[in-house]
């Protein structure tokens, strides 16, 4: 089932005389495509989890309509909208064991949904056997993985089939090999049951690697949604292109001068025009192209080895950091005992954006049309 968000706005009321209202969420206007996992992504406090709650019905839009496929639930309570949710922690009831915790949903329904033992019984281990913990049914939650936790957490909001399932940061209290074990099993898991799922997230890894779609947020304002991929290669915004990505895009100081871009002294692109003259320039680690007589020269500060890759660190007087990050191939040699090192850039992998308020400017070609991808 498709989720429509249109222009939701979630207001906190000010708890102090002199406290402005919080806007969590500000006109927020997306359709969650029926059937796919879509991630949303932003720094802490940028108001996903407002957002999840108000697709779930736990909050209430301030302004705006939910709609889940044609119906208009911006009115229709939690319970009633066939949601499930998963959060961070687990919140599994201790008590009682893996069974009767994937259970519990289905012995609370009433009327026509309600089911016999023997149903209830084989749905649950029907989805217990999805999300593979059918062989931990009679354990209590204190004797489970985190990973396994969270799985039984999955399996508690999958069992009543909801048309939605809402994940909120559902792999933050796992180690780092569970969390990536675990985010292919919640893909696997989705790609199964084909349930519109929206997946919470501040790690822009995650969202990247196991979304349809990604939709970026930052201070309760959608920045820029699409595939993660065509998100990565064609920021609008110089916050989108910093929060994507890692190792992190670099970023200048930049002059656009008689059709080129020039950073500091160095004549680093031709065929650039641009109405500023001043530009942020954003350049990714794989656009740097290792080069004798590059047109960029920047202080070598080390090499690191990563196998296939290698990463130069280097700095530049006019990096906005210290640290400038390039990925090129490990058949490079980096011959470290010199001082510098220059790269000629890779045209797509360079980005301007406005010095004042971040926004991407296009390049435009010599004969005045507006290029593609850069
Ligand atoms: P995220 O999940 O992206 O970290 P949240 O949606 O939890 O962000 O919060 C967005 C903003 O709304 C934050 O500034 C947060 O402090 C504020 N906020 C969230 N819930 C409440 C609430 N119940 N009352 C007041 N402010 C809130
Ligand atoms: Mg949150």
């Not at 010199?338 to 435009?364: A, Q, S």
Request: include cysteine; glycine fraction near 8%.
């Amino acid at each position: 089932m498709k989720v429509t968000l249109e222009n939701v706005t979630k207001k906190f009321p000010s708890r102090t005389k002199n406290s402005p209202d919080v806007i969590a969420v500000n006109k927020f206007d997306f359709e969650f495509p029926d059937g796919k996992l879509i991630a949303l992504l932003g720094p802490s406090g940028c108001g996903k989890s407002t957002t999840l709650n108000l697709i779930s019905g736990l909050l209430k839009a301030t302004e705006g309509k939910v709609f889940f496929g044609d119906d208009d639930v911006t009115e229709l309570a939690a319970e009633k909208r066939g949601v499930g949710l998963v959060f961070q922690n687990y919140a599994l009831y201790p008590h009682l064991t893996v069974r009767q915790n994937i259970l519990f949903p289905l012995q609370n329904l009433r009327g026509k949904d309600k089911m016999s033992k023997a149903e209830m019984n084989s749905k649950a281990e029907e989805i217990a056997r999805l999300v593979q913990v059918d062989k931990l049914m009679e354990r209590k939650p204190n004797e489970l993985s985190g990973g396994q936790q969270q799985r039984v957490a999955i399996a508690r909001a999958l069992v009543k089939m909801p048309k939605v399932l809402l994940l909120d940061e559902p792999l933050s209290n796992l180690d780092a090999r569970l969390r990536l074990q675990t985010r292919e099993e919640i893909r696997r898991i989705q790609k199964e049951t084909r349930i519109t799922t929206v997946f919470v997230t501040h790690d822009q890894d995650e969202a990247m690697s196991i979304s349809d779609m990604i939709v970026v947020m930052r201070d309760g304002v959608v920045q820029q949604t699409g595939l993660p991929q065509e998100v990565y290669d064609n920021p609008d915004n110089l916050f989108v292109a910093q929060f994507l990505g890692t190792p992190p895009i670099s970023v200048f100081d930049g002059t656009v001068k008689d059709g080129s871009l020039y950073i500091g002294n160095d004549k680093v692109l031709d065929g650039v025009c641009a109405d500023n003259a001043n530009v942020t320039v954003g350049i990714r680690p794989e656009g740097y192209i290792l080069k004798e007589d590059g047109a960029l020269c920047c202080k070598l500060r080390t090499v690191e080895v990563m196998g296939r890759d290698i990463s130069v660190v280097s700095s530049n007087d006019f990096a906005k950091s210290a640290d400038i990050r390039s990925i090129i191939s490990s058949e490079n040699k980096v011959d470290t005992s010199k001082e510098y090192v220059r790269f000629n850039l890779r045209r797509e992998k360079v980005f301007l954006f406005d010095k004042e308020n971040g926004k991407r400017i296009r390049f435009c070609s010599e004969k005045g049309g507006v290029e593609n991808n850069g």
